[in-house]
């Protein structure tokens, strides 16, 4: 079983060598302090510029916390951070699960970094594009239990990310919403974000919900099955590592390959259309029409907040 279980690893490995990584900060911290544990905690605390990593090593749990004021938005930086400390607990032993959230009040995460895509040279926004697709190849892919604690706001990428997760907890605020909301920049949510919001809500709704762009209520996004569970926001971290405890006690081996017989066409699509899927982003985010849509949109954002 263990063999087993270091086989489906190694498939998943591989990309470590294209962000140069760096050693990891080490250092005990508390987060994780709420879990049940038997016998002495060892905690592992990776810290990166914009998001902290705490791998309990006791329980196999790791706590994602993403970090990047004001809104987490899913800059270059930010995703190459983010695959490096994805394949750092997909390789790591005695990781079996992670937990993602914001450390953020009331944001999860704006989604793709807007001003990635406006006004860029067609080479940075291909590198930025193939980080967006790493990063959902690397979620959607991971052997690993995945819990999207959502904690706050999550339109577009951030949505993106929780869908790509095995389970999602939404916190029940009336001010928090969840959505891919493209069609309302006047961009189009690319065929692997809508594959993903197929197989999680069905095809009706995610055809209805990605031509007008919606964005959910935490009650209308239970309602659809775009989030599993609504809890107070107090209780988001306990009640996501005790629905982590209750997918950690299936048999690791049977649920991998359950969960990859699931994804793998999905995955499939975008890696055997990966290269044209970057042209294709290129070439509609450099047209003019897309680019002043793009302008007035961050300007809006902009103005909202004056
Ligand atoms: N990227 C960059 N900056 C952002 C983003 C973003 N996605 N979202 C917000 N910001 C900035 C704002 O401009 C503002 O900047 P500044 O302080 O300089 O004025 C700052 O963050 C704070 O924003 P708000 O004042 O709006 O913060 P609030 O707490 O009031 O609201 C929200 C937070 C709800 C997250 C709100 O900011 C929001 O709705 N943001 C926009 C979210 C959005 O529409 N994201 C879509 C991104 S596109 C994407 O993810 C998928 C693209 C697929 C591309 C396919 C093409 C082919």
Redesign the pocket.
């Known amino acids: 079983m263990a063999a087993l279980r270091n086989v489906m690893r190694g498939l998943c490995s591989g990309h470590l060598s294209l962000y140069g990584i760096k050693s990891l900060q080490y250092k005990p911290t508390g987060i994780l302090c709420q879990l049940p544990c038997k016998s002495s905690y060892q905690r592992r605390l990776f810290t990166n510029k914009n998001m902290m990593v705490e791998l309990d090593s006791n329980t196999g749990v790791a706590v994602i916390q993403m970090k990047k004021p ?2 987490n ?1 899913l800059s270059l930086e930010f995703l190459t951070e983010f695959a490096i400390n994805m394949e750092k607990l997909e390789m790591d032993r005695e990781c079996r699960g992670v937990v993602l959230t914001s450390s953020i009040p ?2 999860f995460s ?6 990635e895509m406006y006004g860029k040279t067609p080479e940075h926004t291909g590198e930025f594009w193939r980080a967006v697709q790493e990063i959902w190849l690397k979620l959607y892919g991971s052997n690993l239990v995945t819990i999207a604690a959502i904690n706050g ?1 999550s ?3 951030g949505c993106l990310l929780a869908m790509a997760c095995d389970y999602r907890i939404m916190a029940d605020n009336p001010k928090y919403a969840i959505g891919l ?2 069609t309302k ?1 006047g ?4 065929f692997w ?1 809508k594959d993903t919001m197929i197989n999680v809500i069905g095809r009706r709704a995610t055809e209805h919900s990605l031509q007008l762009g919606l964005m959910y209520s935490t009650s209308e996004a239970l309602k659809i099955g775009l989030v599993d569970q609504l809890v107070a926001q107090d209780k988001i971290m306990t009640t996501a590592l005790s629905v982590m405890s209750e997918w950690l006690a299936i048999p690791g081996h049977a649920r991998q390959i359950t969960k990859s017989m699931m994804r793998k066409p999905t995955l499939d699509r975008l890696l055997t259309n990966r290269e044209s899927d970057i042209q294709n ?1 290129v070439n ?2 450099s047209k003019d029409s897309i680019q002043k849509s793009l302008q007035l949109y ?1 300007e809006m ?2 103005q ?2 004056g």
């Open positions: 004001p809104v938005s009331k944001i704006a989604g793709l970094d807007i001003n706001a339109p577009a990428g909301n493209e920049l961009i189009v949510a690319p974000f982003f509609f985010i961050l954002l902009r909202r907040k």
